[in-house]
T-cell receptor, first 113, second 110 residues
Framework: DGGITQSPKYLFRKEGQNVTLSCEQNLNHDAMYWYRQDPGQGLRLIYYSQIVNDFQKGDIAEGYSVSREKKESFPLTVTSAQKNPTAFYLC????????????FGPGTRLTVT | GNSVTQMEGPVTLSEEAFLTINCTYTATGYPSLFWYVQYPGEGLQLLLKATKADDKGSNKGFEATYRKETTSFHLEKGSVQVSDSAVYFCAPLTGNQFYFGTGTSLTVIP
C-alpha cells in the first residue's frame, strides 16, 4: 500500500536535546512538507521541499532543520533552539505543482520536558 | 497576503441535522480550494476540492462550491452522522503552499 509513514507515533525528549522526526513516502511524490499543529490552531508550515536537495523555509522555520537527500525521505530535526517544541508534527507529500492535493502521514506527537 | 477564516467551533449537532461550516479566504492569484478532515490523533485526509470558480467538490455526502465573487468555500452536508464527528479544515492552495484555517470541531450526537 502506498502512503506516508511517520515514526514514532509518540516521542519524549528532555529539554536541550535535538530530536529527529522521520517521514517516508512511497507515493513517488516530488514535494514534501512539514507542519506543526498546536491545540486550537491550524497547521503552520515549517519547511517544504519541491525536489531532492532543495527545500524552503515556511512560516515558523526557526529552531528546525530538514534535509532532502532522497525523494522518499524528508526528516525534520527539532533543535534545542526551538523554544516551544512540544506539539503534534505532521508530514505531507504532494505529486507536484498545480492543483494536486496533499497526502498526510499519521503524525508524531513530541513532548519535551 | 494569503489567509483563511473558518467558522469558529465547536459545533454540536444531532444526527441527521444539516451542517454548514463557513470558510472565506484571501489569496493572491487564483487559488484551488480544499477541505480536509482530521479524526482524533490522526493526520488529515482530503475530503473534497475545487479548482476553479463555480466548481462543486463533493464526497461522502459533503459538498462545497467555489464562489470567487464572495471568496468563499462553505462546506455543507444534508444529514450528518455520528461518524462525521471530526475537525474540518478549509485550505486554499496558492503557488505551492496551502493555507490552513484553524479548524472547526464537529460533534454529532445520536
Amino acid at each position: 500500500d502506498g502512503g506516508i509513514t511517520q515514526s514514532p507515533k509518540y516521542l519524549f525528549r528532555k529539554e536541550g536535546q535535538n530530536v529527529t522526526l522521520s517521514c517516508e513516502q512511497n507515493l513517488n511524490h516530488d514535494a514534501m512538507y512539514w507542519y506543526r499543529q498546536d491545540p486550537g490552531q491550524g497547521l503552520r508550515l515549517i519547511y517544504y521541499s519541491q525536489i531532492v536537495n532543495d527545500f524552503q523555509k515556511g512560516d515558523i522555520a526557526e529552531g528546525y532543520s530538514v534535509s532532502r537527500e532522497k525523494k522518499e525521505s524528508f526528516p525534520l530535526t527539532v533543535t534545542s533552539a526551538q523554544k516551544n517544541p512540544t506539539a503534534f508534527y505532521l508530514c505531507a507529500s504532494r505529486l507536484g505543482t498545480g492543483y494536486y492535493e496533499q497526502y498526510f502521514g499519521p503524525g508524531t506527537r513530541l513532548t519535551v520536558t | 497576503g494569503n489567509s483563511v477564516t473558518q467558522m469558529e467551533g465547536p459545533v454540536t449537532l444531532s444526527e441527521e441535522a444539516f451542517l454548514t461550516i463557513n470558510c472565506t479566504y484571501t489569496a493572491t492569484g487564483y487559488p484551488s480550494l480544499f477541505w480536509y478532515v482530521q479524526y482524533p490523533g490522526e493526520g488529515l485526509q482530503l475530503l473534497l476540492k475545487a479548482t476553479k470558480a463555480d466548481d462543486k467538490g463533493s464526497n461522502k455526502g459533503f459538498e462545497a462550491t467555489y464562489r470567487k465573487e464572495t471568496t468563499s468555500f462553505h462546506l455543507e452536508k444534508g444529514s450528518v452522522q455520528v461518524s462525521d464527528s471530526a475537525v474540518y479544515f478549509c485550505a486554499p492552495l496558492t503557488g505551492n503552499q496551502f493555507y490552513f484555517g484553524t479548524g472547526t470541531s464537529l460533534t454529532v450526537i445520536p
